[in-house]
Each structure stands twice: as C-alpha cells, then as structure tokens.
C-alpha cells in the first residue's frame, strides 16, 4: 500500500518535481544496473573453473542419449521453466550452427496435462507422471531448481531413475535435496551462489555450453562466432 500511495502522489506532483526526481535518482539507478552487470560477470567468472568439469559430463551424458535415438525431457519451475522451455528449442530447432534436430521435451509446456495433474493428483506429480509416460531407458532428465529442492523436481527425478534414464541437475545454494536424490551416474551443475537471478543467470550459460558442445562434438569445431 505504501507503494501505491508513493505513486499515486508522484503522478499528483508538478513535472517540475517528476523531473527534479528523476534527475536525482538517475545516477543512483545507472549503478545500481551496474552493480547487477558486475556481480554477474564476477559470478561467472569464478563458476568458469568449478563447473566446466560437470558441464562437459553433461555434455557427454547427451551426446550419448540423442546419438541413441533418445531425448532429453526438461522441467522446472518459474524462471527454470523457460530455462527448460529455451533449451529445448534450442535442440530441435538449433543453437548457432545448422545441423539434424535433436530429440527435446520441455514438460513445462502442456497447459492441459499439467492443469489435470494437478487437479486429479497434485502440483507435486506434473512431471513425474510425463516422466514416467514418456522417458525411456537412455533418455535424460535436464532438471532445473535454483534451490534444489522444488518438490516436483524432486519427484521427477524419482521417476527418471526408475525409467533407467540419466539425470543432469542444475541447481544452486548448495544443492539443497537433489544432492540426496542423485546418483553416481548422475550429474550435477550447482551454481556457486544464493541468488535466484545469480543462479538463473550461470544457468543459461551453462545451458548454451551444453548445446555449443555438443553441436562441436556432431559436426566439428568451427572458429568462435563474432
């Protein structure tokens, strides 16, 4: 409500004073976008080491799914449901190089079947249940958590293992309760950091890696692109 008064008085006020305190807070605004540009790339930077080993084992896990015949089925929640919505995309269409489709499901996407589990069921079992109706031994689990601990996430990876599929993590903060629900066979991409959009941020990184890699593993390496 205090935020609601702030600007019904703001827009009350003379332009001479919109302006006074646009001026005013202009400086103050530009470092704080500033800050947000620093921490990101500083974040990056120091993830670049850490996470470069479990990145190229998720690499490895799908080159050896989509080269079988299989696909990688993508959850999450928020923020990592268009995580998992652009990565799919990213393999049946393409990333930066022309090349065959690779097999991708982003569970986020089906409005019908996600709103009849959750009605017939519960939030927890809407992708567990598409993981158990569509995963296949061999196929991979891209499941996507900033915290680790989404309960839905969690109980999709349940699903996975007893589909005999991989399962590649990507978390933060720790890794929270997927750290107990992997397996050694698993991987797991754990973002050093406890912000959300930190960890978003590395995430989608980490995912255009994926696809970078593996496209350079199908069809050779090529010159960086500008």
């Known amino acids: 409500m205090a935020a609601v008064g702030f600007l019904y008085r703001l827009k009350q006020a003379p332009a001479s004073a919109r302006t006074r305190l646009h001026s005013y807070h202009c400086p103050m605004l ?27 084992d998720a690499v490895q896990a799908m080159l050896a799914c989509v080269t079988s015949g299989g696909k990688v089925l993508a959850c999450g929640n928020g923020g990592s449901a268009a995580d ?3 990565f799919a995309a990213e393999f049946v269409g393409r990333f930066e190089r022309e090349r ?26 809407v992708f567990s249940r598409q993981v158990r109706a569509l995963g296949q031994p061999g196929d991979v689990l891209l499941a996507i958590t900033t915290s680790g601990n989404s309960a839905n996430v969690l109980a999709a990876i349940e699903a996975a293992h007893e589909r005999e599929m991989v399962v590649i993590g990507l978390t933060g903060r720790g890794g929270g309760k997927m750290n107990q629900a992997l397996r050694d066979t698993d991987v797991h991409i754990c973002v050093p950091h406890e912000r959300t959009a930190r960890i978003q941020e590395v995430h ?4 255009h890696c994926i696809c970078d890699a593996v496209d350079a593993q199908l069809l050779g390496e090529q010159e960086t692109p500008t």
């Open 204 to 207: 989608i990184l980490a995912l």
């Open 84 to 86: 998992a919505q652009h």
């Open 30 to 56: 530009e470092q704080r976008i500033q800050q947000h540009f620093i921490d990101s790339a500083d974040l990056k930077y120091q993830s670049a080491q850490s996470l470069s080993k479990p990145i190229a």
């Open 100 to 125: 065959p489709e690779l097999g991708a499901i982003a569970l986020t996407t089906y409005t019908s079947i996600l709103t009849a589990i959750a009605n017939d069921y519960n939030f927890n079992a």
